[in-house]
Structures are given as structure tokens and as C-alpha cells.
């Protein structure tokens, strides 16, 4: 504002008078560089407001996309970027999920997706194409021992993960399809180790002890059977697999 009142006005000589309801300064006279400065800054932060807009639109038909496409979460988070002129495709969308559920799968405390080519009906609001997409996904042991103790073949569940991919399971155990005790006074453990397998995540069992005793092979299998698969993502929206 300071450069505005210092920096001079040079009147044209056939400048007529400013109509009622216009910047009477502007009419017939040169801008100042202040002015032509507050000009491209007003500008500018129309384009952001408007581009902040468009952006939480795009973000609002992702977010409602996601449950369907991930499954339902406590919370899902999204970012944009590289949108196209009508909004119905973008280059990279970042999701952050929390609390996520699927059927017959454990809850995952966190998942990251960061998806590449995203393709959107703005009308149906749903993601109709993803061309690549790679997500990471946190399962923590309270969450798997919530799960477990709704199998029919372990009780008083507990889980400890001893290393990023080995996992100790300890509980009261049946023997699965029969509703058999083992040992129901011991309480067993089992030694797994996490595992992909295509579309799926096993939890693959290295060792059954009951007590001090090793099970045998047969109920080590038959309790693998029933745990597995953790996860499948066969029949995601999107083709995958998991590494």
C-alpha cells in the first residue's frame, strides 16, 4: 500500500470519467506496479481457494469409493494430485485408512495405499479403474488375538510377535471340525510364521506344543487349515497380490 500511494498516476488525455460502481483510477490511467502486484496476488489466491475446492470435491468421491474398494475403516484420510480437466481421472492418490474391516479377516490397525492412473465416474461417484497401487498394511497382535478368539478352535487367545515375521499364538486348543479338547487343563502353543502366497497371507505353522509335549502333525495341519488364509485379496476391485 505504501508503493501505491508513492507511485504516480499519469492521467491519458482523452481519459473519460470512471462510470458509478468502478475504481475511478483505473479508468484512463496507468496501473501502478502495486496495484498490478495486488492484482496477480488476488489472483493467485482465487486460483488456490478455487483449486482447495475442487481438490476436497475429488477427495470427498475418493473417500466414499474407498469403503467399497478397501473396505470400511473408523477413518480414511485421501490426497490428489495430477487431476485431469474434468476431474474424472488423476495421476497419484494417496488413502490412509484406520480401523480397517473385512469379512472374515482380522481388523488392520493402518493401511497406506498410494494408487497410480486412478480413474473416477464423478456421477456413480466410484474409482472404476486403478492402473497400479501398492499398500501397506498394519497388523498389530491385539487385533489378530481379537480375531482368533472368534475361531471356534482356540480359547483365551493371546498373540506375541517375536520377529517382523514370526508370530507366537497361545491358547486353549480344540482339535478343528471336532470340537475335541487338547489337553484342555495345558495350555498350547503355536510357533507361525507370516507368509504370502499369491493373493493371500498365510500364517503358516512351524511348531504345536501343548504343555511340554509336541502335538502331533495332524493336529499342527488341521489348525493351519482352519486359521488360513489371514487374508485374501482375490477379489479386490483391483487385481493383487500380496508380497
Not at 486359521?227 to 497380490?241: G, K, Q, T
Request: glycine letters at 8%; proline letters at 7%.
Amino acid at each position: 500500500l505504501g508503493m501505491a500511494r508513492q507511485a504516480p498516476i499519469v492521467p491519458v488525455p482523452d481519459a473519460r470519467p470512471a462510470r458509478p460502481g468502478t475504481v475511478g483510477c483505473f479508468v484512463g490511467a496507468r496501473k501502478p506496479a502495486a496495484v498490478l502486484i495486488g492484482a496477480v496476488l488476488t489472483a493467485a489466491l482465487l486460483l488456490a481457494s478455487c483449486g482447495n475446492y475442487v481438490g476436497q470435491r475429488v477427495e470427498s468421491v475418493i473417500l466414499e469409493a474407498l469403503p467399497r474398494v478397501v473396505g470400511p475403516a473408523n477413518h480414511y484420510g485421501a490426497t490428489v494430485r495430477g487431476a485431469s480437466a474434468d476431474l474424472s481421472h488423476f495421476d497419484h492418490v494417496r488413502a490412509v485408512g484406520v480401523g480397517v474391516r473385512r469379512p472374515h479377516t482380522p481388523v488392520l490397525e493402518r493401511i497406506e495405499l498410494d494408487l497410480l492412473d486412478v480413474a473416477v465416474d464423478r456421477n456413480a461417484r466410484q474409482i472404476t479403474s486403478i492402473a497400479d497401487a501398492n499398500v501397506t498394511a498394519t497388523l498389530s497382535a491385539s487385533d489378530l488375538a481379537a480375531y482368533l478368539d472368534q475361531q471356534r478352535w482356540i480359547t483365551e487367545s493371546a498373540v506375541r510377535v517375536v520377529a517382523p515375521a514370526t508370530v507366537i499364538v497361545s491358547g486353549r486348543f480344540k482339535l478343528p471340525g471336532t470340537g475335541l479338547s487338547l489337553l484342555p487343563s495345558l495350555v498350547g502353543e503355536i510357533r507361525t510364521t507370516l507368509a504370502p502366497r499369491g493373493s493371500q497371507l498365510l500364517l503358516k505353522v512351524d511348531a504345536l506344543r501343548l504343555g511340554d509335549r509336541e502335538a502331533p502333525a495332524l493336529a499342527r495341519n488341521l489348525i493351519e487349515q482352519a486359521i488360513n488364509p489371514l487374508f485374501d485379496v482375490e477379489h479386490y476391485a483391483v487385481p493383487s497380490r500380496i508380497d
